[in-house]
């Protein structure tokens, strides 16, 4: 699992390169989850890779964001990342 900080005042962005587990496959639709005090923004996807922008967020909480993913070949993964919220110095 990924782990990432930010303020709450900060704006920026998340995600995966699924493409060594892929071995060659592709992806073709991306879904994020993002718990209740944090929002996501805009959200994309590659053949290999998966994005979104997160912010917000209340200092001192954890929060653990899942990803999944579906690929041409029929498969279906899914990856998480816990963003900790700090206060602004």
Same mark, same amino acid.
């Given at each position: 699992? /990924? ?6 005042? !900060? #704006?920026? +962005?998340? $995600?995966? +390169? ?5 071995? %060659? +496959?592709?992806?073709?639709?991306? &879904?994020?989850? #993002?718990?209740? $005090?944090?929002?996501? $923004? !805009?959200? /994309?996807?590659?053949?290999? &890779?998966?994005? #979104?922008?997160?912010? %917000? *967020?209340?200092?001192?909480? !954890?929060?653990?964001?899942? /990803?999944?993913?579906?690929?041409? *070949? $029929?498969?279906?993964? &899914? ?7 700090? !206060?602004?110095?």
């Amino acid at each position: 699992m /990924n782990f990432y900080t930010k303020t709450p005042a !900060e #704006v920026l +962005d998340y $995600g995966f +390169d699924w493409s060594a587990w892929l071995d %060659g +496959d592709t992806i073709v639709s991306s &879904e994020w989850t #993002v718990p209740s $005090g944090l929002t996501a $923004g !805009e959200s /994309n996807f590659s053949l290999t &890779e998966t994005v #979104v922008w997160i912010s %917000g *967020g209340r200092p001192s909480v !954890e929060y653990m964001v899942a /990803n999944r993913i579906w690929t041409v *070949g $029929g498969k279906t993964k &899914e990856r998480f990342l816990t963003i900790q919220v700090k !206060e602004a110095l």
